[in-house]
C-alpha cells in the first residue's frame, strides 16, 4: 500500500501513522466478512479536521482503506465516524457513497440535525450514531440531548454505538440500559487486561450484555487493550495474547451479538502501530470454530447493517 501522507494539518507531535505493509493474513476471513469498526481521516485537503477536534491524525483515505479491504480479504466495511472530524460527516460519507454498497456508516450527529439530513445520510449508507462517553476524545454532550438523537434514530431503525471505558460502565449503566435500540458497545467497554477475566469490572460488562438482549459487542481493538503487545514485543506466537480470554468469553456467551473490525488506522496509538494482517490472525484465537467465526465476521455484521440481504 502507497506510505500514509499528511495533508495542511499538523500532525498531533508523537503521532503514529497507519502501517503501510501490512501483512497477508495466514487466517482466511469467511466469504463475505465485514470489518465493522474502521474510519477514514480526511484526506485534510479535501475533508478538513473539525475545529473541536482533540488530535490531529494523519489522512488515511477511502482508497487505502478499501485496499487494505481487499488485502484483508474482506468484503465490507462498517466505517464510524472519528472525532477528529467532530460531527461532519462528509468524509465518511463520501467513503460510503464510493463503496458501490460495500459500506455502511456510523454517524455522529448533534441535536440541530435536520430530518432531511438523516435521510440523506440513511440513504448513503449510514445505520447507526455513536455516543462517545472517553473523555480524551470528546467533549460532554448531555444527556438529554443523545435521547432525543436516539428517540428520532430509533424511528430510521438505525442503532446506537457507545465508547466507554471500563470504571465508566456503573455510572453510564441507567442511560445505556434505556436507550431505545440495538446499543453497541466498542471494544468490549475497555476492560483492563491487566485485572483478572471473572473480576466485578468484567464481570459488570457481562452481566451488561446478559441483561440487556439489545447491547451488542465489538470484540475488537486487541492493540489498544494489549498490555503483552505484539509478537514483537514480547517474542510469541500469539499477538496479544492477554486480550484473547476476554474477547473469547464475549464471542461464546454472545454468539449472536458480537462484531468485529481493525479499528484502521488506529488512531492515538502510543507504543506501536499493528500490522493488520496480524490483527486478522487474532480472530481464530477469540472465534475457534468456523461457525462463530462466521457469525461473528458474516451473519452478525449483515444482519445489523445489510438486513435486506441477510
Ligand atoms: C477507536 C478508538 C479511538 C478513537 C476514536 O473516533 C475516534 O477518534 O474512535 C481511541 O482513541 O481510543 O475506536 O478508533
Redesign the pocket.
Known sequence: MPKPVTGPFEKTPGWLDWYAGPSKPSFAVPAGAVDA?C?VFGPGAEFPYAPER??TPCDASRRQLYALRDHLGFARNVV?????HGSDNRAMIDALVHSGGRARGVATVKRNVSDTELRTMHEAGVRGV?F?F?K??VDFTPRDELNEIAGRIAKLGWHVVI?FEAQDLPELWDFFTTLPTTVVV??MGRPDVAKPINGPEFELFVKFMRENQNVWSKV??PE?LSISGPPAFNGEQNAYRDVVPFAKRIVETFPDRVLWGT?WP???LKGHMPDDGLLVDFIPHVATTPELQHKLLVDNPMRLYWPEES
Do not use: E, I
Not at 464510524?80 to 477528529?84: D, G, S
Open positions: 469498526h474510519h482533540k488530535y464510524v465516524q472519528a472525532t477528529c455513536r462517545n472517553v480524551r476524545l465508547y466498542d471494544h475488537s481493538c489498544r479499528d488506529h488512531p492515538n
